[in-house]
């Protein structure tokens, strides 16, 4: 939740915070829903996209 209000100045919940794996939080967000909608992803899709981006993008260009 630290994080987050770092990030954004707000608090959130529920809370997903995904991290890399020396631990710093790479993505935090806070609602996902369990499968997409109204053009939001979907869980799965958000680990899909950082699975992506860090095995591939990892200077994020």
């Known amino acids: 939740m630290s994080a987050y209000e770092k990030m954004t100045s707000q608090e959130a919940w529920p809370l997903s ?3 890399t794996p020396d631990q ?3 993505c935090v967000v806070k609602y996902i829903p369990k499968e997409s909608m ?9 680990i899909a996209e950082l699975y992506d981006k860090y095995k591939n993008d990892r200077e994020g260009s």
């Open 38 to 46: 109204d053009g939001k992803p979907g869980f799965k899709d958000v």
């Open 24 to 26: 710093v939080p790479l």
């Open 17 to 19: 915070v995904f991290l």
